[in-house]
T-cell receptor
Framework: DAGVIQSPRHEVTEMGQEVTLRCKPI?????LFWYRQTMMRGLELLIY????????DSGMPEDRFSAKMPNASFSTLKIQPSEPRDSAVYFC?????????????FGPGTRLTVL | KQEVTQIPAALSVPEGENLVLNCSFT??????LQWFRQDPGKGLTSLLL?????REQTSGRLNASLDKSSGRSTLYIAASQPGDSATYLC??????????FGQGTRLTINP
């Protein structure tokens, strides 16, 4: 199994530009999560999908952030326009939902730097 | 609001020692608790998951305990090895797939 795949691994952009992060979950998993990790705030859940439907987006910081999951094998997290404070490592994770919270499998992350 | 705290933030011990990492949470109404490992520049790897009805889980040299009433969990690592060096995070499961993470403990095992 290839695990959760994220691209790009590193992204450097200038303030005001649009950024799109991509994620391919583990085949057969029906839940997908986007997290953000910073030194100050640690690891925070941004949004999660179940069966391609957004279930909880209460962690999305503001309207500049949007996430989609057009099918079971692909999701995107978009930031438009980007700001320096968005600099962080963004993780995607997937799980097979069963009983309550199940083990989540994390991708390697995308390190985003906004200049 | 659930808050998860891990103390200490960093720990350095010589190889071979047994050690304990601590995690505390403010609300005992949890579904489960997980311990993850994070290596530099990489994602998280789940180590152990304890359901709310359980008291502990073991995997190899790792043992995790859960005391819901006191809002505490510990991760015990036996006979530590340099390869155990990483950041260890605990996460409380609130249900509906939602996890709240602690800030982590950065562990260094010195050969």
């Amino acid at each position: 199994d290839a695990g959760v795949i994220q691209s790009p691994r590193h992204e450097v952009t200038e303030m005001g530009q649009e950024v799109t992060l991509r994620c391919k979950p583990i085949s057969g998993h029906n839940s997908l999560f986007w997290y953000r990790q910073t030194m100050m705030r640690g690891l925070e859940l941004l949004i999660y999908f179940n069966n391609n439907v957004p279930i909880d987006d209460s962690g999305m910081p503001e309207d500049r952030f949007s996430a989609k999951m057009p099918n079971a094998s692909f999701s995107t997290l978009k930031i438009q326009p980007s700001e320096p404070r968005d600099s962080a490592v963004y993780f995607c994770a997937s799980s097979l939902e069963g009983h309550y919270t199940d083990t989540q499998y994390f991708g390697p992350g995308t390190r985003l730097t906004v200049l | 609001k659930q808050e998860v705290t891990q103390i200490p933030a960093a720990l350095s011990v010589p190889e071979g020692e047994n050690l304990v990492l601590n995690c505390s949470f403010t609300d005992s109404a949890i579904y489960n608790l997980q311990w993850f490992r994070q290596d530099p520049g990489k994602g998280l790897t789940s180590l152990l998951l304890i359901q709310s009805s359980q008291r502990e889980q073991t995997s190899g040299r790792l043992n995790a305990s859960l005391d819901k009433s006191s809002g505490r969990s510990t991760l015990y690592i036996a006979a530590s090895q340099p390869g155990d060096s990483a950041t260890y995070l605990c996460a409380v499961g609130l249900g509906a797939q939602k996890l709240v993470f602690g800030q982590g403990t950065r562990l260094t095992i010195n050969p």
